[in-house]
Antibody, heavy 119, light 109 residues
Framework: QVQLQQSGPGLVKPSQTLSLTCVIS??????????WNWIRQSPSRGLEWLGR?????????EYAESVNSRITVNPDTSKNQVSLQLKSVTPEDTAVYFC?????????WGQGTMVTVSS | EIVLTQSPGTLSLSPGERATLSCRAS???????LAWYQQKPGQAPRLLIY???SRATGIPDRFSASGSGTDFTLTISRLEPEDFAVYYC??????????FGQGTKVEIK
């Protein structure tokens, strides 16, 4: 079955870049029937969709307006994984970050990574 | 952006009772793209229902859902001990626009 294993630092300093990786097993990142999303959850903002990448003859990236100027989601076909980069973080970016498979709804979730933005 | 409002915030019930959770959208939800999730402490959300009323793989039939337009309902016919959790609704409003409700906590009375 499809599994998503996340990794990355749990503490990031303000103004720096948050970087997380999600290794996909059981399905190709290039699958033309899947999309790979990043969603975060915090007490103040609830569950918030951030962005996604997917392959449909070419790679397509889509981002939420709230983070559009700061976010990059990239696939890595050689490692079958996706990455999240969020630049210029502030304490408001403190949250649990999830890697998630899904199109209209989200059916497979990674374990979550708690990221704290603090000096 | 479509805002989803869930009610009540907390539902206090006993095992064996029926739970009815509401999700109201600020405007009509696109093409039946409404889903429900269950989340337990320290875990990721789990997909229960998609396309308004279709149960996800492995979800028991005590979970059912219905609705249309702006009003949607998740029903748990007889609460089992493992059903006490937080439940979220989620809609897809056209890329890039997925939004979630704020959640309803179902707690043991």
């Amino acid at each position: 079955q499809v599994q998503l294993q996340q990794s990355g630092p749990g503490l990031v300093k303000p103004s720096q870049t948050l970087s997380l990786t999600c290794v996909i097993s059981g399905e190709s990142v290039s699958s033309t029937s899947a999309a790979w999303n990043w969603i975060r959850q915090s007490p103040s903002r609830g569950l918030e969709w951030l962005g996604r990448t997917y392959y449909r003859s070419k790679w397509i990236n889509e981002y939420a307006e709230s983070v559009n100027s700061r976010i990059t989601v990239n696939p890595d076909t050689s490692k079958n994984q996706v990455s999240l980069q969020l630049k210029s973080v502030t304490p408001e970016d403190t949250a649990v970050y999830f890697c998630v498979r899904g199109g209209y709804e989200f059916d497979i979730w990674g374990q979550g990574t708690m990221v704290t933005v603090s000096s | 952006e479509i805002v989803l409002t869930q009610s009540p915030g907390t539902l206090s019930l006993s095992p064996g009772e029926r739970a009815t959770l509401s999700c109201r959208a600020s405007q009509s939800v696109t093409s039946n793209y409404l889903a429900w999730y269950q989340q337990k402490p320290g875990q990721a959300p789990r997909l229960l229902i998609y396309a308004i009323s279709s149960r996800a793989t492995g979800i028991p039939d005590r979970f059912s859902a219905s609705g249309s337009g702006t009003d949607f309902t998740l029903t748990i016919s007889r609460l089992e001990p493992e059903d006490f959790a937080v439940y979220y609704c989620q809609q897809y409003g056209g890329s890039p626009a997925w939004t979630f409700g704020q959640g309803t906590k179902v707690e043991i009375k």
